[in-house]
């Protein structure tokens, strides 16, 4: 279960990014704020992705291997932090791009 609890963290960093990209829209939204916000959604999205994937591989691997020897649980639960930390770079970095928006003028 941890690992499917650890993959819903990640959809939650694609709401908060599209709350802070949709509070930055305003009036005369210029080019580079639109490019801006591309890139804060594609950067956080991509390392969700990513994150997604190794905690989805890791999590396979950590419950067989734990039915086995349950002295892994540990070492599972370290490797899966290390892969949730991929998308927490991500939404730092879309955070980033995305106060960036409206410095265009």
Known sequence: IVPIVMAGVLGIYGLIISVIISTGINAPYMLFDGYAHLAAGLACGLAGLAAGMAIGIV???????????PKLFVGMILILIFA???????????????SKAGQSK
């Open 59 to 69: 999590g396979d691997a950590g419950v067989r291997a734990n039915a086995q020897q």
């Open 84 to 98: 949730e930390a991929l998308a927490l770079y991500g939404l730092i970095v879309g955070i980033i791009l995305a």
